[in-house]
């Protein structure tokens, strides 16, 4: 069996960082096999459609709503929405809406 450290509990909104020039970034966890972080929107920010090649990536918002970019559709997103954008599929977030979005973001395996 592999050692491993805890992480946690948290609470995941008190590690975003927040930036009025572009979307925040913030890591809570990070292993080679997975990657846990945070995408804190400001309003009218986004993350340009984008695909990643051998990994696959889960969204779930945390507070805030806005649209899920997914292979050319704008989905509406909520907190409690999840999101699952495997291998090779375009995704992206907009924050549409008039305050703050926190997306907790899931990557496996973790980025090189």
């Not at 990994?55 to 649209?67: P, T």
């Not at 090779?88 to 305050?99: L, T």
């Amino acid at each position: 069996m592999e050692d491993y450290k805890l992480v946690g509990p948290l609470r995941p909104e008190e590690k975003a960082i927040w930036s009025p020039d572009k979307m925040g970034k913030s890591t809570l966890f990070r292993s080679e096999r997975i990657m846990v972080g945070l995408n804190a929107f400001e309003p009218g920010q986004a993350h340009s459609l984008h695909a990643h090649q051998g990994m696959d990536k889960v969204y779930h918002v945390l507070q805030g709503s806005g649209h899920f970019l997914l292979e050319g559709d704008e989905l509406p997103m909520e907190p409690g929405v999840m999101l699952v954008a495997p291998e090779g599929v375009p995704h992206g977030i907009r924050n549409s809406g008039s305050g703050r979005l926190l997306v907790l973001a899931i990557l496996a395996p973790a980025p090189g």
